[in-house]
Protein backbone atom coordinates (compact mmCIF):
# COMPACT_ATOMS: atom_id res chain seq x y z
CA UNK A 1 0.00 0.00 0.00
CA UNK A 2 1.19 3.57 -0.64
CA UNK A 3 -0.12 6.35 0.85
CA UNK A 4 0.51 9.87 -1.40
CA UNK A 5 0.74 12.69 1.37
CA UNK A 6 0.01 15.96 -0.54
CA UNK A 7 1.57 19.17 0.77
CA UNK A 8 4.24 16.38 2.57
CA UNK A 9 7.10 18.67 3.94
CA UNK A 10 4.72 21.91 4.36
CA UNK A 11 4.06 23.37 7.56
CA UNK A 12 1.24 20.63 8.53
CA UNK A 13 3.77 18.37 8.93
CA UNK A 14 5.29 19.13 12.62
CA UNK A 15 1.79 20.17 13.52
CA UNK A 16 -0.24 17.37 13.39
CA UNK A 17 2.66 14.78 13.71
CA UNK A 18 2.49 12.72 10.51
CA UNK A 19 5.47 10.66 11.43
CA UNK A 20 3.87 9.53 14.59
CA UNK A 21 0.79 9.45 13.12
CA UNK A 22 2.14 6.59 9.97
CA UNK A 23 3.87 4.90 13.03
CA UNK A 24 0.69 4.34 14.58
CA UNK A 25 -1.49 2.93 11.43
CA UNK A 26 1.74 0.82 10.49
CA UNK A 27 0.94 -1.06 13.47
CA UNK A 28 -2.43 -1.70 12.28
CA UNK A 29 -2.30 -1.55 8.50
CA UNK A 30 -0.68 -4.28 5.95
CA UNK A 31 3.30 -2.90 5.78
CA UNK A 32 3.10 0.58 3.89
CA UNK A 33 5.20 3.65 2.34
CA UNK A 34 4.57 6.93 2.16
CA UNK A 35 5.52 9.26 -0.71
CA UNK A 36 5.64 13.13 0.62
CA UNK A 37 4.79 15.34 -2.21
CA UNK A 38 5.89 18.98 -2.17
CA UNK A 39 4.19 21.62 -4.39
CA UNK A 40 5.68 24.09 -6.27
CA UNK A 41 3.23 26.51 -6.10
CA UNK A 42 -0.02 24.55 -3.75
CA UNK A 43 -2.38 27.76 -3.99
CA UNK A 44 -1.96 27.01 -7.96
CA UNK A 45 -1.57 23.47 -8.23
CA UNK A 46 -4.55 22.25 -5.24
CA UNK A 47 -7.29 24.84 -7.03
CA UNK A 48 -9.85 24.19 -9.29
CA UNK A 49 -9.36 25.71 -13.03
CA UNK A 50 -12.43 27.56 -12.32
CA UNK A 51 -10.36 29.21 -9.57
CA UNK A 52 -7.35 29.63 -11.75
CA UNK A 53 -6.59 26.89 -10.51
CA UNK A 54 -3.94 23.75 -11.94
CA UNK A 55 -5.61 20.69 -9.93
CA UNK A 56 -5.87 18.48 -13.39
CA UNK A 57 -2.72 18.90 -14.42
CA UNK A 58 -1.84 18.18 -10.77
CA UNK A 59 -3.64 15.58 -10.70
CA UNK A 60 -2.64 13.98 -14.40
CA UNK A 61 0.72 14.32 -13.46
CA UNK A 62 0.58 12.47 -9.93
CA UNK A 63 -1.53 9.83 -11.18
CA UNK A 64 0.11 9.34 -14.69
CA UNK A 65 4.04 10.38 -13.86
CA UNK A 66 4.77 9.97 -10.13
CA UNK A 67 2.68 6.84 -8.85
CA UNK A 68 3.90 5.27 -12.06
CA UNK A 69 7.72 6.15 -11.33
CA UNK A 70 6.95 4.78 -7.44
CA UNK A 71 5.73 1.26 -8.62
CA UNK A 72 8.40 0.95 -11.26
CA UNK A 73 11.45 2.01 -8.62
CA UNK A 74 9.50 0.08 -5.62
CA UNK A 75 7.94 -3.04 -4.80
CA UNK A 76 4.28 -1.96 -4.32
CA UNK A 77 0.60 -3.33 -5.04
CA UNK A 78 0.08 -0.73 -8.00
CA UNK A 79 -3.93 -1.15 -8.04
CA UNK A 80 -6.08 2.10 -6.94
CA UNK A 81 -7.38 0.10 -3.81
CA UNK A 82 -4.34 -0.06 -2.48
CA UNK A 83 -2.94 3.03 -3.17
CA UNK A 84 -4.24 6.22 -0.94
CA UNK A 85 -3.71 10.05 -1.23
CA UNK A 86 -3.42 12.15 2.15
CA UNK A 87 -3.91 16.27 2.37
CA UNK A 88 -4.68 18.47 4.95
CA UNK A 89 -6.53 21.60 3.97
CA UNK A 90 -5.57 22.90 0.51
CA UNK A 91 -3.44 19.41 0.29
CA UNK A 92 -6.81 17.98 1.44
CA UNK A 93 -9.07 19.54 -1.73
CA UNK A 94 -6.42 18.30 -4.02
CA UNK A 95 -6.34 14.50 -2.77
CA UNK A 96 -10.21 15.21 -3.01
CA UNK A 97 -10.14 16.01 -6.25
CA UNK A 98 -7.43 13.74 -7.44
CA UNK A 99 -9.42 10.73 -5.90
CA UNK A 100 -12.52 12.37 -7.99
CA UNK A 101 -10.74 12.22 -11.11
CA UNK A 102 -8.87 9.19 -10.60
CA UNK A 103 -10.48 6.65 -8.61
CA UNK A 104 -8.64 3.98 -11.01
CA UNK A 105 -5.39 5.05 -9.49
CA UNK A 106 -6.17 6.45 -5.84
CA UNK A 107 -9.28 4.20 -4.34
CA UNK A 108 -9.04 5.70 -0.64
CA UNK A 109 -8.97 9.30 0.23
CA UNK A 110 -7.83 10.44 3.62
CA UNK A 111 -9.05 14.36 3.51
CA UNK A 112 -8.43 16.05 7.09
CA UNK A 113 -10.19 20.13 6.34
CA UNK A 114 -10.47 20.10 2.79
CA UNK A 115 -10.58 24.05 1.96
CA UNK A 116 -13.41 23.46 -0.51
CA UNK A 117 -15.25 26.44 -1.78
Same mark, same amino acid.
Given at each position: &??????????????????????????????????????????? &? +?????? +? +???? &???? &??????????????????????????????????????????????????????????
Amino acid at each position: &RVFFHEDGVGDCVPFLRVPEVLGTLSRFLRPFMCVAIFPLTRT &R +EFVPEE +E +EGAV &RMYA &RYLAYDVKRWVDANYRTRTSGADTALLGVGLGAQAALLCGILHPDRFGIVLALAPSLP
